[in-house]
């Protein structure tokens, strides 16, 4: 018989910046070389390496070899929703430069939650498809409704396919930056592909940020009624 989860082992993984910033840095979903991540969390690789054995070790991240390098991302969705939610609990750092402070403003503008949309964008998006009747909130999920599938399948998302996975199919996650709820979930990573795929969304190179397009502010006004900065 197993005893209760060992929760002191995975805080004191996580305790430390380096690996803090590795796992952030993760939560845009795609894979990143270990090479690229010492870059972001400001280390060498030699240290890097350690911190990522370990993560990998404890199951937060997982590992890829592909020739000379190895590729890391997040194990798994639940790790990714563990990591959204101590953001939201974390006191906010001092920002120290001005090149920090426009990258933090680009983040809470729009940027990814392991693979759906979040930030200002997230939240907006959430509460424009609750106002219209599109998504009705059920406890910790959200119910598609009939409104919402029609409105969702017009700009390409295939929504009865998302309901046949073995994944929630559409759940809050509270978002860090706003304190609000964005769409997660089957639904939520659909919806980021999809808006990606038109044109709406480009990732900004280096980090999580994301950039709406000129497109994406047409097509974000005229399906959902938003108006962005």
């Known amino acids: 018989m197993s005893g209760q989860p060992d ?20 939560m845009e979903g795609t894979m990143l070389p270990a090479g690229e991540l010492a870059r972001r969390a400001g280390i060498t690789a030699q240290t890097a390496s350690g911190h990522l054995s370990l993560l990998a070790q404890a199951g ?25 939610a101590l953001l939201v609990l974390a006191p906010p750092t001092k920002v120290r430069s001005l090149r920090e402070s426009d990258a933090l403003r680009r983040l809470r503008k729009a940027r990814t939650c392991y693979d759906h949309v979040a930030g200002e964008l997230g939240v907006a998006l959430e509460e424009a498809l609750r106002t219209r009747g599109a998504l009705v909130l059920d406890g910790r999920n959200y119910v598609l409704t009939g409104t919402g599938e029609e409105l969702l399948s017009e700009l390409g998302v295939n929504v009865p396919a998302l309901r046949s996975t073995r994944r929630a199919f559409a759940r809050t996650c509270l978002d860090w930056s706003e ?10 990573a659909a919806v980021a592909t999809q808006f990606t795929e038109l044109g709406w969304l480009q990732r900004i190179p ?18 959902f009624g938003l108006r962005l900065d």
């Open 7 to 26: 929760f002191s082992s995975v805080l004191s993984l996580i305790a430390e910046p380096s690996r803090v910033a590795m796992l952030v840095e993760l």
């Open 60 to 84: 937060l991240v997982k590992v890829e070899a592909q020739g000379r390098h190895r590729y890391y991302r997040l194990a798994s969705e639940p790790a990714a929703n563990a990591l959204e």
């Open 179 to 188: 304190r609000r709820y964005h769409v997660a979930g089957a639904l939520g």
């Open 206 to 223: 280096g980090g999580r940020a994301l950039c709406v397009t000129q497109t994406g502010r047409e097509g974000l006004e005229g399906a």
